[in-house]
């Protein structure tokens, strides 16, 4: 590859001494404007952020608990409840954020045998 062919970020000037010669080997380290990259879903302190769902049951609509997953939970998600009873879930919601706020609620239906 021809060091400064293809795209580069704002700041990432040709520096032939430092090898930079993209957007990924930038001062930036890499990152433009709104670009999460490969960091996902971190929050300012680095660390990733849990997705916290509200439990919900399918027959009556009512939450069960309060669960947190280390990522987005899948429609075909199965898990534990804190009763040990082992659920799928029917459906994965997740709402719009409340005005001003960041986080967005995520609620996940289960059908509970029990």
Do not use: Y
């Not at 993209?22 to 302190?45: I, Q, T, Y």
């Amino acid at each position: 590859m021809v060091q400064g062919a293809g795209l580069k970020a704002p700041g990432a000037a040709i520096d032939p001494s430092r090898g930079l010669c993209c957007f990924r080997h930038a001062p930036s380290g890499g990152k433009l404007a709104g670009d999460a990259g490969r960091e996902g879903l971190r929050g300012a302190s680095g660390r990733r952020m849990s997705i916290i769902a509200t439990i919900m049951n399918s027959t009556t609509g009512q939450p069960i608990q309060k669960m947190t997953f280390g990522r987005m939970p899948k429609p075909w998600v199965s898990f534990n409840l804190t009763s040990g009873e082992l659920v799928t879930a029917d459906r994965v919601h997740v709402g719009k954020p409340a005005p001003g706020k960041f986080v967005a609620p995520v609620e996940v239906w289960v059908t509970p045998k029990g």
